[in-house]
T-cell receptor, first 110, second 116 residues
């Protein structure tokens, strides 16, 4: 059975801090690792990673995948209160459906 | 708005009643997924369709749950004889598998079910 584990479960920081969220996965016939942001409603897509060692960036957010060690990290620099959300990591394998982790609840204080 | 649409957004029902949720995916998407999410957890896969064919069902999907996508467009998820443990957010998502970004799912806002 596919499994995705995220850490930490929750994180409280102050505006301007940099945070690193972790995701480890065990996915049969792994194809891609995805990150989503969820703010009390639908998860919204952030990144999809398929190749090891290639960083994807979007503004202050970046993510990288290590297929050998089976993990990914999501970095957020210069955090803002608007970054407060649950960040979900999901793995896609042979089944083509996503297996999600429990998420990391990020709270950014002003 | 051409995103994934779900209704109703909220449903409160008494234990033992049947409920039905509807999902309208993004129009050109050929895959449609149902997930369930409870507080503090990530979404859990229930089932998915490619066009009108239901290709996979999770063990979470008991006999009381049935999903259809009759014409390969909208989908319905019915829960019969609801139980309090069915209380959750039911999320629908769609994707287009032939494109490179096939793993990216677009989610609807969800249908929140409360069973009293």
């Amino acid at each position: 059975e596919d499994k995705v584990v995220q850490s930490p479960l929750s994180l409280v920081v102050h505006e301007g801090d940099t945070v690193t969220l972790n995701c480890s996965y065990e996915v049969t016939n792994f194809r891609s690792l995805l990150w989503y942001k969820q703010e009390k409603k639908a998860p919204t897509f952030l990144f999809m990673l398929t190749s090891s060692g290639i960083e994807k960036k979007s503004g202050r957010l970046s993510s990288i995948l290590d297929k050998k060690e089976l993990f990914s990290i999501l970095n957020i620099t210069a955090t803002q209160t608007g970054d407060s959300a649950v960040y979900l990591c999901a793995g896609s394998g042979s089944a083509r459906q996503l297996t999600f982790g429990s998420g990391t609840q990020l709270t950014v204080l002003p | 708005d051409t995103g994934v649409s779900q209704n109703p957004r909220h449903k409160i029902t008494k234990r033992g009643q049947n409920v039905t949720f509807r999902c309208d995916p993004i129009s050109e998407h050929n895959r449609l997924y149902w997930y369930r999410q409870t507080l503090g957890q990530g979404p859990e896969f229930l089932t998915y369709f490619q066009n009108e064919a239901q290709l996979e069902k999770s063990r979470l999907l008991s006999d009381r749950f049935s999903a259809e996508r009759p014409k390969g467009s909208f989908s319905t998820l019915e829960i019969q004889r609801t139980e309090q443990g069915d209380s959750a957010m039911y999320l629908c998502a769609s994707s287009f598998i032939e494109r490179k970004s096939a793993g990216e799912l677009f989610f609807g806002e969800g249908s929140r079910l409360t069973v009293l």
